[in-house]
């Protein structure tokens, strides 16, 4: 799920984000991806049937802070897989992954990786219904629709699919494990005001450090890294043909492996997406032709 290391990007260079007192406000959360984070930070046995009484209390506690805060949520779940079928050789090898652990579980009594049990979601779906939290699905992936009612809505996107760090989010993306969970008070115009603390991140931050970069290259961006319907080896060539001026880092903590990101990024800022389009395609017919 997300973009290939741009998480870790992130999370190296906190100063891109701010933290951020959440309160008052309508706010858009990938459902999804709370459905995981809640049963798996809450060490929640999942060997045993599910725990699903524990996991229903969990979900209410959660809920209940932002109501706490006048917060208002609005969860938004993935739908069916794209008819294309461009995302279905990563979600083959999702599904054998889990069937691998849930092999170890059967035989042995434990395992190293995290398994949903099989009625989470629905227990997740039973318990918004019964707090009046508001929810719906899409008919496929859902990312670019969250952003849109986000935008609508005018306010954040709440999640930890890396995706989101390049979305045109008015209103701005906040990592999921970012939310505190315990409400604070604060003083706001002579009046208490309960709020969750949080990490605030905006894309026009990120764009300051890249300032010929046109946010609509992005979408580009996301594919060359590596996200889940692209294979990255298709770009070898491309990126081998990408230099790098000795200032690339732009004051940016980079390990290595995510010296490809800045490169990109730098390199994106001197093409327009038309432009981008067409050496990225001449690069990948010339592998074509080395093929034959």
Not at 128 to 146: G, H, K, R, T, W
Request: proline share 3%; glycine share 6%; hydrophobic share 35%.
């Amino acid at each position: 799920m997300g973009i290939k290391g741009l998480s870790t990007f992130f999370n190296n260079n906190p100063e891109l984000s701010k933290p951020y007192k959440l309160h008052d406000t309508s706010v858009i959360i990938d459902g999804n991806n709370l459905i995981h984070y809640l049963y798996f930070s809450s060490k929640i046995d999942c060997m045993y049937g599910g725990d699903y009484y524990k996991y229903a209390n969990t979900i209410k506690k959660y809920f209940g802070s932002y109501l706490d805060c006048n917060i208002k949520p609005i969860v938004i779940f993935d739908g069916g897989y794209d008819k294309s079928d461009r995302k279905f050789q990563t979600s083959l090898l999702r599904s054998k992954s889990r069937l691998t652990a849930t092999q170890h579980i059967a035989k042995y009594g434990e395992c190293s990786g995290n398994i949903l049990p099989i009625c989470a979601k629905e227990v997740f779906r039973h318990v918004l219904s019964e707090i009046n939290v508001p929810f719906a699905q899409c008919d496929f992936e859902a990312d670019e629709q969250i952003t849109e009612i986000a935008n609508y809505y005018d306010c954040p996107v709440i999640s930890d699919d890396s995706d989101f760090y390049i979305f045109d989010i008015h209103k701005g993306f906040i990592r999921l494990s970012s939310v505190g969970a315990t409400v604070l008070e604060t003083n706001v115009n002579g009046n208490k005001c309960k709020f969750l603390q949080c990490d605030f991140y905006c894309i026009d931050k990120f764009l300051s450090y890249f300032p010929g970069l046109n946010r609509n290259v992005l979408p580009l961006f996301s594919t060359l890294v590596g996200n889940d319907y692209v294979n990255t080896k298709e770009f070898e060539t491309f990126f081998a043909s990408i230099q790098l001026s000795k200032r690339h880092c732009r004051g940016l903590r980079v390990s290595p492996s995510q010296k490809k990101i800045i490169r990109l990024l730098t390199w994106l800022e001197h093409c327009d997406l038309n432009e981008a389009i067409k050496q990225i395609l001449g690069h990948l017919k010339k592998k074509e032709e080395r093929a034959y």
